[in-house]
C-alpha cells in the first residue's frame, strides 16, 4: 500500500528565502505526481503535476523535481513571499491515475 | 476561470441522518471524484466516476456511501445514516483528462464540512 510522508511536517521563512519541500512514497511504481497547495478553510489548487516519465516541472518561481527510483520528489520555491503561505500537499498518482494518495503536508509560514 | 462548485458549504446533521453533498464538476469535464479530509489529517480518495459509473473505490467508501450524476451537471455525494467519524471536509473535483493519459490534473472545489452530532 502506498505512502506518503513529507518533512518537515512546518517551515518559517523570512520572505525571500528559497526553500525546498521534501516528498517521499514508498511505492515507485506510480502514474504522476502532483503538488498543491490548499489555504486554510478552502480546497487544494494544482501547482505542478509530472507524469512518471518526466524529471521536473516548473511554474513561474515552482520547480518540481521528481526521482521515481529513490522514491522523491522536492518543490522548490525561490524567492518566497508572504502570499506563499499556505499548506502545501503532495500527491502520488496511484492505479494508473484512478486516485491520488496525500501526503499529510507542509505548513509554510513566509515572514515579511 | 472555471470553477469546481459544492454546496453546502458547511452542513450539521445528526446521526443516523442522511446527508446529500452537491457538487457542479467544469462543464466540459468527464472524471469525477469525491475525497475528504478529517479535520488534522490527510486527504483521502474516496471515488471516481466516469461514464455514470464508479471507476475506483477506496475501502472508505463502503455501502454508507453512494455517487449519482442525476444530470448533465450535478454530481452528488449521499452519505447514509452518518456516524460522528463521517465528521470531515469532502472535497468534489473533475479533470478533463482521461487519467490513464497521466496529465490528470484535478480542479478541487472548495469542499462541504460536514459536522455530525
Known amino acids: 500500500k502506498q505512502e506518503v510522508t513529507q518533512i518537515p511536517a512546518a517551515l518559517s521563512v523570512p520572505e525571500g528565502e528559497n526553500l525546498v519541500l521534501n516528498c517521499s512514497f514508498t511505492?515507485?511504481?506510480?502514474?504522476?505526481l502532483q503538488w498543491f497547495r490548499q489555504d486554510p478553510g478552502k480546497g487544494l489548487t494544482s501547482l505542478l503535476l509530472?507524469?512518471?516519465?518526466?524529471r521536473e516541472q516548473t511554474s513561474g518561481r515552482l520547480n518540481a523535481s521528481l526521482d521515481k527510483s529513490s522514491g522523491r520528489s522536492t518543490l522548490y520555491i525561490a524567492a518566497s513571499q508572504p502570499g506563499d503561505s499556505a499548506t502545501y500537499l503532495c500527491?502520488?498518482?496511484?492505479?494508473?491515475?484512478?486516485?491520488?494518495?496525500f501526503g499529510p503536508g507542509t505548513r509554510l509560514s513566509v515572514l515579511p | 476561470e472555471p470553477e469546481v462548485t459544492q454546496t453546502p458549504s458547511h452542513q450539521v446533521t445528526q446521526m443516523g441522518q442522511e446527508v446529500i453533498l452537491r457538487c457542479v464538476p467544469i462543464?466540459?469535464?468527464?472524471?469525477f471524484y469525491w475525497y475528504r479530509q478529517i479535520l488534522g489529517q490527510k486527504v483521502e480518495f474516496l471515488v471516481s466516476?466516469?461514464?455514470?459509473?464508479?471507476?475506483?473505490k477506496s475501502e472508505i467508501f463502503d455501502d454508507q456511501f453512494s455517487v449519482e450524476r442525476p444530470d448533465g451537471s450535478n454530481f452528488t455525494l449521499k452519505i447514509r445514516s452518518t456516524k460522528l467519524e463521517d465528521s470531515a471536509m469532502y472535497f468534489c473535483?473533475?479533470?478533463?483528462?482521461?487519467?490513464?493519459?497521466?496529465?490528470?490534473?484535478?480542479?478541487f472545489g472548495a469542499g462541504s464540512r460536514l459536522t455530525v452530532l
Open positions: 473535483a473533475s479533470t478533463s483528462v482521461n487519467p490513464f493519459g497521466g496529465a490528470n490534473v484535478l480542479t
Open positions: 511505492d515507485s511504481a506510480i502514474y504522476n
Open positions: 509530472i507524469q512518471s516519465s518526466q
Open positions: 500527491a502520488v498518482g496511484d492505479n494508473y491515475g484512478q486516485n491520488f494518495v
Open positions: 462543464s466540459n469535464h468527464l472524471y
Open positions: 466516476f466516469y461514464n455514470n459509473e464508479i471507476s475506483e
